[in-house]
């Protein structure tokens, strides 16, 4: 009798519990999956492209047909005429007085006065500043050597 009731009670414990701790997580898992599924591959699959047909397939190609041919061709002829006009409209007035008169005559006082102010200044300072460098430098130099040279050989031969 004691092997049976050591039987029953080693069966109770840890075949029992372990077949039900088996049966509890592969059906969990099993749940699990199919809820995983049923939530990602039909709900992503049917539900969303049967909303997304229902919804967006009748308002979509309206939408961008709307936007190709109406939106565009009147965006961009609208945009292209208001350039053409403002482009016409400033050369003719603006630009054509500007370029006739205004222009020569701005451009005539603008060398007049480089020339008067950056090129004469800059001429006069540098001609002076080239002819004091040159004084300063080679004549003086030269004039002391041709003095030391010629009053040593003077020197030399007289003296």
Known sequence: TNVRTFQR???RTY??????SFVRTYVRSFL????????????????RTYEYVSVYSF?????????????????????????????LSYLLTYDRSFVRTDLSTYVRSYIRSYVRTYV?????????????LFVRTYVRSSFRSF???YGRSFI????
Not at 122 to 131: K, L, N, Q
Request: include cysteine; proline fraction near 1%; glycine fraction near 0%.
């Open 15 to 20: 075949v029992i519990t372990y077949v039900r």
């Open 59 to 87: 308002v979509r190609p309206y939408v961008s047909s709307f936007v190709r041919t109406f939106v565009r061709t009147n965006v961009r002829s609208s945009f292209r005429s208001f350039i053409r006009w403002f482009i």
């Open 9 to 11: 009670s080693f069966f």
């Open 32 to 47: 699990h999956f199919f809820s995983s599924f049923v939530r990602s591959y039909i709900v992503l699959s049917y539900v």
């Open 120 to 132: 004469r200044s800059f001429v006069c300072t540098s001609e002076r500043m080239y002819v004091r």
């Open 156 to 159: 030399r031969t007289y003296v």
């Open 147 to 149: 003095l030391r040279s």
